[in-house]
């Protein structure tokens, strides 16, 4: 630039001539103009123009200059805002250039302005102000509430739902079009007479950019007006709307910031707005949101937490407890589940129900649940190798929804089961109905290789879900853990009772074994065992415990089933007398021998003679009516018990006897109640049960509580 191409300066700049041997400068009637001033509210001193430049832009338009003054350059240009008469600032666009001496000393700088503001506050695609000069007009409502305590404002900050869904289904250029149109469609909204008497006087709508549109309402009557603005908005937007020659629906969130919040900078507004939308989108998109407080305090808790989340993996703070899975018919440990915890280090246990959401929202879920696994199975090994717990005991890992889009869980599963060199049967994965149905072909051809692997599988929380039965019949599933919303239920809602024992039908004709998730009470065992349940988990039988714990329950049950053992084979006879008086074996074992127990054992074995020879004659009769052709040789032969085997058969449920898969556990005294772990303490039950062949509706087993499926294998009885 130089004083030609200042002569050449648009009628519309305002030029400037500064003197700098007298520090003096002369603004041209246009500069002066465009500030909305008069000729004699304008000196000609330098601070006439400094102090008029916006705060944060004037030190980088002083450097500037400073640097064309020093030599380099000659010629300065910068865009920056100037303060207008009326309050508001003006983008201008600065030129200007330095004249010398013959020693090279600056002795004058010249130059134009020019208001830029137009340009700069537009946006290009829809023509709505941009996010400039929305912040510009913002800052302007919150000095006002400074000065007048009634003012009222709000900001709406909309987004459009899926946008980049319609965008890569249509095409940019069709994106393009729907901005533009719900623009429009926003301003014909906001310019309504019914909601231009909600608005008050003053409104501005703007594009932030993207999807984001914000609107600023000046001078509302009440905060609730704000809100009733945004529902109007939010129906304006559903109406179809046409772009690329397609019909095209679309919705919004809005969240929305009030004034009385208390503001100091336009920022913070947005913020709180900005907070407010996504808690709508997180709640279920197309609905308005107002911030609060407690809103921003939990959004700032829970970015404090995944800070500390991502870290806490490496630095070990994690840990597993483990909740006893428990046999309802013998009370004996099948199972156990476990469940992660953060130890953090300054806010001690943090509860999963905080963490786990943000893993997974994070991503974290799939390093948490990898380490789950390989920590669970470990543990489990060191109990197998220094308790000598059965292998029937198992431990259940949850997986959810991240780790099943996982393509590597399967060689994860198989790799933690070879490294600790743990049966395949050991280990039960959980997982959701939901899980399932977000993709269920997917899902369902994952676990048909964890099942080729060996390894068993529970639907968790079922009842709360909304899998179909199609699908589950086709689901490799060998475990229903019925939600304990039902269980807490069932003692006042006959409904609950009977949703449970359809859960138990439906199970067991699927070859299915049944676990009630959170048993607190006893009579709530009897119900859930009455109506079905071969297993049973909750407060009754034991809290989550950390592994020192859990490991004393289990050497507890070891040391308990190796003295059963040994009192059965020393002292047979009196310890199944006691159990056929009872019903209570594990009482039986701590009564020891009962020499003047009653002689209802005799009439106990006579009964089951009897019964055993008149089912076989009733079976062959069968054969004989339905006209079935046996051959001699192949007619099985009728057992007769003998009075040492009525002594054992005396000593075991007589579900035993239908369920060939537990004598074994039975024959090995393994099958004696034992009641709720209380305080992780085994405790003896006072209470006496009959073994009287009574059964329950639905076929259960009075004394048993348990239903064998012929298409039951190994893990599922």
Same mark, same amino acid.
């Given at each position: ?643 040492? @085997? ?40 006072? @209470? ?30």
């Amino acid at each position: 630039m130089d004083r030609f191409d200042l002569a050449k300066c648009d009628a519309n700049d305002g030029l400037w001539d500064w003197n700098l041997t007298t520090n003096r400068i002369r603004f041209s009637p246009r500069w002066i103009s465009m500030l909305g001033c008069e000729q004699q509210e304008i000196g000609n001193t330098p601070e006439e123009w400094f102090r008029r430049i916006h705060p944060e832009d004037r030190e980088e338009v002083q450097r500037g200059i400073d640097l064309q003054l020093s030599g380099s350059p000659d010629q300065f240009q910068s865009q920056y805002r100037m303060l207008h008469k009326d309050g508001s600032y003006r983008w201008m666009s600065c030129r200007g250039l330095v004249i010398r001496d013959e020693n090279g000393q600056a002795v004058r700088m010249t130059g134009s302005h020019s208001d830029i503001t137009a340009e700069r506050v537009a946006d290009s695609l829809t023509g709505l102000p941009n996010r400039i000069l929305f912040l510009e007009r913002l800052s302007h409502s919150i000095e006002r509430v400074k000065r007048h305590n009634d003012f009222l404002f709000a900001v709406l900050l909309l987004d459009l739902d899926r946008f980049q869904s319609l965008v890569d289904r249509l095409g940019s250029a069709s994106g393009d079009q729907l901005l533009v149109a719900v623009a429009r469609r926003l301003e014909r909204c906001l310019r309504s007479g019914d909601t231009l008497a909600r608005l008050g006087r003053d409104h501005l709508l703007a594009r932030l950019g993207g999807d984001e549109f914000i609107i600023l309402l000046n001078g509302l009557a009440e905060v609730g007006d704000a809100k009733i603005v945004a529902e109007r908005l939010l129906k304006a937007i559903s109406a179809p709307f046409e772009a690329g020659g397609r019909e095209v629906f679309a919705s919004a969130s809005i969240g929305i910031a009030l004034s009385v919040t208390g503001y100091g900078c336009a920022e913070d507004v947005l913020r709180d707005a900005d907070t407010a939308m996504y808690r709508a989108k997180s709640l279920g998109r197309a609905r308005c949101e107002v911030f609060d407080t407690a809103v921003l305090e939990s959004d700032q808790t829970r970015a404090r937490l995944e800070a500390d989340l991502r870290g806490a993996l490496e630095r070990q703070e994690f840990l597993l407890h483990y909740q006893p899975i428990v046999d309802l018919a013998s009370r004996r440990i099948r199972g156990l589940e476990a469940l992660a915890r953060w130890n953090h280090p300054l806010r001690g246990v943090v509860p999963p129900q905080e963490f786990i959401p943000v893993a997974e929202s994070t991503g974290l879920i799939v390093p948490l649940g990898r380490w789950i696994l390989r920590e669970a199975c470990r543990q489990l090994r060191d109990w197998q190798q220094s308790l000598s717990i059965s292998q029937e005991v198992s431990v259940s890992v949850n997986l959810s929804a991240a780790q099943f889009i996982q393509p590597e869980l399967v060689e994860q599963v198989g790799e933690a089961l070879q490294e600790f060199n743990l049966e395949p049967h050991c280990l039960v994965v959980e997982l959701t109905e939901s899980v399932i149905m977000e993709n269920p072909e997917a899902v369902i051809s994952l676990l048909m290789r964890l099942r080729v692997l060996g390894v068993r599988i529970a639907l968790d929380d079922f009842g709360t879900g909304y899998s179909s039965l199609s699908y589950l019949r086709q689901f490799p599933v060998d475990l229903l853990k019925i939600d304990r919303s039902f269980v807490r239920g069932a003692a006042a809602s006959a409904d609950s009772v009977e949703i449970i024992r359809a859960i138990n039908w439906l199970a067991h004709q699927l070859g299915l074994r049944v676990v009630a998730e959170g048993i607190e009470n006893e009579e709530q065992l009897d119900l859930m065992r009455s109506l079905g349940c071969e297993d049973g988990q909750g407060f009754f039988f034991s809290r989550a415990v950390d592994s020192d714990h859990a490991a004393r329950l289990l050497k507890a049950e070891v040391a308990q089933s190796e003295e059963r053992g040994a009192r059965a084979q020393g002292d047979g006879e009196s310890v199944a007398l006691a159990a056929a008086c009872s019903g209570d074996f594990y009482t039986a074992v701590c009564a020891g021998p009962q020499p003047d127990a009653p002689p209802r054992w005799k009439e106990s074995r006579l009964k089951r003679r009897a019964v055993s020879v008149s089912l076989a004659l009733a079976g062959l009769m069968l054969l004989l009516v339905v006209g079935i052709v046996v051959r001699p040789d192949r007619i099985p032969q009728i057992p007769y018990p003998s009075p040492q @085997a009525d002594l054992a058969a005396d000593a075991v449920p007589s579900s035993a006897a239908a369920a060939p898969t537990r004598q074994s556990e039975t024959a090995a005294g393994q099958s004696d109640p034992q009641v709720g772990f209380q305080d992780g303490t085994p405790a003896s039950t006072p @209470a006496v049960h009959e073994t009287a062949e009574l059964t329950q509706p639905g076929g259960v087993s009075a004394d048993s509580g348990a239903r064998t499926s012929p298409a039951a294998g190994p893990g599922k009885t």
